[in-house]
Nanobody, 121 residues
Framework: QVQLVESGGGLVQAGGSLRLSCAASGRTVGNIDMGWFRQAAGKEREFVCGIYWTARSTVYTDSVKGRFAISRDNAKNTVYLQMNSLKPEDTARYYC??????????????WGQGTQVTVSS
């Protein structure tokens, strides 16, 4: 199983930017599908975006299209989430995962601790 550690969250004003990192160990992420999810207080975890190895494509939920960008650095075995034009509704704890489509892949394992993003208005 791959172990994932998220970092890069923080407190930012609306309109600001953050870059989240997801460092992987135990398996290379360069040739598997990876995604970011988020969970706001009192809400269920939701899919944010994914990067797909076989399709060479990315997918974003509508609310972040044009503002967020997912990428990976194979040399660092790390997946990134660049978040621009942040809004208060982006406030949540963000997690990365191995995905199948827009869901965690079977056998993905347990979620990491995530990284908290708080956007003030």
């Amino acid at each position: 199983q791959v172990q994932l550690v998220e970092s890069g969250g923080g407190l930012v004003q609306a309109g600001g930017s953050l870059r989240l990192s997801c460092a992987a160990s135990g398996r290379t992420v360069g040739n598997i599908d990876m995604g970011w999810f988020r969970q706001a207080a009192g809400k269920e975890r939701e899919f944010v975006c994914g990067i797909y190895w076989t399709a060479r494509s990315t997918v974003y939920t509508d609310s972040v299209k044009g503002r967020f960008a997912i990428s990976r650095d194979n040399a660092k075995n790390t997946v990134y989430l660049q978040m621009n034009s942040l809004k208060p509704e982006d406030t949540a704890r963000y997690y990365c995962a191995v995905v199948r489509g827009t869901r965690p892949a079977p056998g993905f394992g347990s979620w990491g601790q995530g990284t908290q993003v708080t956007v003030s208005s």
